[in-house]
């Protein structure tokens, strides 16, 4: 257990409403990653951080902005939700341990709905 | 087309079966990753390599950089190892990953 956490699990929600997903890690690591997953896709890369304050763009990230206020924390915000957003998203952690740096340990998800 | 290519999409095995999944990529790479996700939906690491050969349990994984291949090897597959699995490929310095689509494995009794 990588000591990883994402809220809520689940949520519904309306088009046009705000929505703000939570990943939480108590181990410590550098990155953070916010993925969605969706069917006929693999994995793809929203945003991620790379220290504190220190975030960048991924492969999908348009509608999508992130925060990192400190080491534990990684938000995910949809300032205005779509229905192309409906997802399950994925929150994962690495660089901690030389050994393993690049390792990803992945949250259990959070599944998405937007009516 | 894609830039990491799984193959199969689906496999369908016997119980005690030896297993191969196959994954090919077009770029340059750092490293490359095998993840297992279970039909619940959690996502684990079960390798990272980039050149050779590792080897957990009965899951064996293989990379040859020169051919941009590697492959992930099942031996004596039981129903327990039905999930989807994965094949990432690390660009670059952060751990980015670029992923493949997943090949579902289902392992009958």
């Known amino acids: 257990d990588a000591g990883i956490t994402q809220s809520p699990r689940h949520k519904v929600t309306e088009t046009g409403t705000p929505v703000t997903l939570r990943c939480h890690q108590t181990?410590?690591?550098?990155?953070m990653y916010w993925y969605r997953q969706d069917p006929g896709h693999g994995l793809r890369l929203i945003h991620y951080?790379?220290?504190?304050?220190?975030?960048d763009k991924g492969e999908v990230s348009d509608g999508y902005s992130v925060s990192r206020s400190k080491t534990e924390d990684f938000l995910l915000t949809l300032e205005s939700a779509t229905s192309s957003q409906t997802s399950v998203y994925f929150c994962?952690?690495?660089?901690?341990?030389?050994?393993?740096?690049?390792?990803?340990?992945f949250g259990p998800g959070t599944r998405l709905t937007v009516l | 087309k894609n830039e990491v290519e799984q193959s199969p999409q689906n496999l369908t095995a016997q119980e005690g079966e030896f297993i191969t999944i196959n994954c090919s990529y077009s770029?340059?790479?750092?490293?490359l990753h095998w993840l297992q996700q279970h039909p619940g939906g959690g996502i684990v690491s079960l390798f990272m390599?980039?050149?050779g050969k590792k080897k957990h349990g009965r899951l064996i994984a293989t990379i040859n950089i020169q051919e941009k291949h590697s492959s992930l090897h099942i031996t004596a597959s039981h129903p327990r190892d039905s999930a989807v699995y994965i094949c990432?490929?690390?660009?670059?310095?952060?751990?980015?990953?670029?992923f493949g689509k997943g090949t579902k494995l289902s392992v009958k009794p």
């Open positions: 181990e410590n690591h550098r990155y």
């Open positions: 770029v340059g790479i750092s490293a």
């Open positions: 951080s790379y220290g504190v304050k220190d975030t």
């Open positions: 994962a952690i690495s660089g901690r341990d030389a050994r393993s740096y690049n390792e990803q340990f």
């Open positions: 390599l980039s050149s």
């Open positions: 990432a490929v690390e660009r670059g310095s952060q751990g980015n990953l670029i």
